[in-house]
């Protein structure tokens, strides 16, 4: 099973900021974490306040992202 999770940017509701996945598989029953995927990405529009808030980002992040070519 793989689990996704896409965050966008209020601004423009195509504007995805984040990505995370988690790949589960069950073993002996149990749920087992096999593999993790997590990124962030530059918005090309400006990020909303409450978006930055709620993924805990902020425009110095945002920044620093942009110039190491993220």
């Not at 896409?6 to 984040?18: G, L, P, Q, Y």
């Not at 990505?19 to 918005?43: C, M, N, P, Q, W």
């Not at 920044?63 to 190491?68: G, I, L, N």
Request: charged share 25%; aromatic share 12%; no cysteine.
């Amino acid at each position: 099973m793989i689990i996704l999770d896409f965050e966008t940017n209020s601004t423009n509701k195509h504007d995805v900021i984040e990505v995370a996945t988690t790949k589960i598989e069950i073993e002996d029953g149990e749920y087992v974490v096999k593999d993790k995927f997590h990124r962030y990405y530059l918005s090309r529009y400006p990020v909303n306040s409450y978006s930055y808030e709620v993924h805990k980002l902020t425009p110095k992040m945002n920044f620093m992202r942009s110039q190491a070519g993220a």
